[in-house]
T-cell receptor, first 114, second 114 residues
Framework: DTAVSQTPKYLVTQMGNDKSIKCEQN?????MYWYKQDSKKFLKIMFS???????INETVPNRFSPKSPDKAHLNLHINSLELGDSAVYFC?????????????FGQGTRLTVV | AQSVTQPDIHITVSEGASLELRCNYS??????LFWYVQSPGQGLQLLLK??????LVQGIKGFEAEFKRSQSSFNLRKPSVHWSDAAEYFC????????????FGKGTRLSVIA
């Protein structure tokens, strides 16, 4: 059983297109995140949701819109894709109010914009 | 603001040699500390974590790390490196309060030579 799963694993698309990446966790966690890993491998937080509510939005362009239909899902929709959006996007989750626990990461989605 | 510094971008060691990857953090209180490993084309796997207590923590794959508050460091060590350890290693810091996202260092790429 995969704890945090993302689809698709690979996504190649043309500039200007709109695409979505899906994330689901079966851990019963309340908090979910999207991280972006750039070409230099740097991981940076994009968004954080607690129980479907947006908590953190780290100066991400408006073209990126996260959507959380329920606390087990956090999808990332990207409009008007640009070359600079090419990266690996990681979804993660943590339980709310639980001490001494780590974040659980999905396997990542490698987005290539051509 | 929290920050993590991994001073070594790339390290090459011989198989069977010992390894130490450096990590320094900046945080206003006692943080949660983590080491993750990312093999080529793969997701993030947790190697070990420090929350409290014994400052020497053991992880998977024979890795250990030592929390040194006076030096704001959490260096990762392994006594004998295997070729399969070649990967990207990330140190991360998390807050003890609430579900705040992890802050990652820029990673250290480990190469292992015969």
């Amino acid at each position: 059983d995969t704890a945090v799963s993302q689809t698709p694993k690979y996504l190649v698309t043309q500039m200007g297109n709109d695409k979505s990446i899906k994330c689901e966790q079966n851990l019963g966690h309340d908090t979910m995140y999207w991280y972006k890993q750039d070409s230099k491998k740097f991981l940076k937080i994009m968004f954080s949701y607690n129980n479907k509510e947006l908590i953190i939005n780290e100066t991400v362009p408006n073209r990126f819109s996260p959507k959380s239909p329920d606390k087990a899902h956090l999808n990332l929709h990207i409009n008007s894709l640009e070359l600079g959006d090419s990266a690996v996007y990681f979804c993660a989750s943590t339980p709310l109010g639980v001490k001494n626990t780590e974040a659980f990461f999905g396997q990542g989605t490698r987005l290539t914009v051509v | 603001a929290q920050s993590v510094t991994q001073p070594d971008i790339h390290i090459t060691v011989s198989e069977g040699a010992s390894l130490e990857l450096r990590c320094n953090y900046s945080y206003g209180a006692t943080p949660y500390l983590f080491w993750y490993v990312q093999s080529p084309g793969q997701g993030l796997q947790l190697l070990l974590k420090y929350f409290s207590g014994d400052t020497l923590v053991q992880g998977i794959k024979g890795f250990e790390a030592e929390f040194k508050r006076s030096q704001s460091s959490f260096n990762l060590r392994k006594p004998s490196v295997h070729w399969s350890d070649a990967a990207e290693y990330f140190c991360a810091v998390g807050a003890r309060s609430g579900n705040t996202p992890l802050v990652f260092g820029k990673g250290t790429r480990l190469s292992v030579i015969a």
